[in-house]
């Protein structure tokens, strides 16, 4: 079955320059959740997209913004890379707005590394 | 959001079965309660959910209490493959901003050979 496709899964990057990460979702799924997962540390949720609309935020710099195109593909952007933003970045899909009986579907991730 | 309480740690043996508790005493009465597990270096990944009844599927059961306010999810037998982080996490069916999943603490289990 087809599942979430995150790319790139490598990215290294240096301070002060920008990165976009890219989520496919499973075919169908309306919903895109973007998570960020420092070493050690649980996943922590970003933002997420529902129909194209900004459906929720969490703690998300201000140096980042995404979006969620016609297509349903989701784009993180992040802008004035700091070392602190090296991690893990996940994506997840869902359908039907995220209702709470709609479980959430993980990509392998992106693992960002700012030297 | 409404808590969960998982143990640190828990440690099995390979063939026998794990009972992996949740505590969630302020749950809501349209929050559902879902299991993902991660393992090293790989995405989250969906197990179980469940609202009031005990749920079953080809990964796991999930047993939950009759007062909502705890629940079990149960690997019938152990493989070392199960070895991974496992989230408790509950998700609100009450529309909007409550339809993220809220990460705690997991538990870390062990998979002894």
């Known amino acids: 079955a087809a599942g979430v496709i995150q790319s790139p899964r490598h990215l290294i990057k240096e301070k002060r320059e920008t990165a976009t990460l890219k989520c496919y979702p499973i075919?169908?799924?309306?919903?895109v959740y973007w998570y960020q997962q420092g070493p050690g540390q649980d996943p922590q949720f970003l933002i997420s997209?529902?129909?194209?609309?900004?459906?929720d935020k969490g703690s998300i710099p201000d140096r980042f913004s995404a979006q969620q195109f016609s297509d349903y593909h989701s784009e993180l952007n992040m802008s004035s890379l700091e070392l602190g933003d090296s991690a893990l970045y996940f994506c997840?899909?869902?359908?039907?707005?995220?209702?709470?009986?709609?479980?959430?579907?993980f990509g392998n991730g992106t693992r960002l590394t700012v030297t | 959001d409404a808590k969960t309480t998982q143990p640190n740690s828990m440690e099995s043996n390979e063939e026998e079965p794990v009972h992996l508790p949740c505590n969630h005493s302020t749950i809501s009465g349209t929050d559902y309660i879902h299991w993902y597990r991660q393992l090293p270096s790989q995405g989250p990944e969906y197990v179980i959910h469940?609202?009031?009844s005990n749920v079953n599927n080809r990964m796991a059961s999930l047993a939950i209490a009759e007062d909502r306010k705890s629940s079990t999810l149960i690997l019938h037998r152990a493989t070392l493959r199960d070895a991974a982080v496992y989230y408790c996490i509950l998700r609100s069916n009450s529309g909007g901003s409550n339809y993220k999943l809220t990460f705690g603490k997991g538990t870390l289990l062990t998979v002894n050979p």
């Open positions: 997209f529902y129909e194209k609309m900004q459906s």
């Open positions: 469940g609202l009031t």
């Open positions: 997840a899909s869902s359908r039907g707005g995220g209702a709470g009986n709609s479980p959430l579907h």
């Open positions: 075919p169908r799924h309306d919903t």
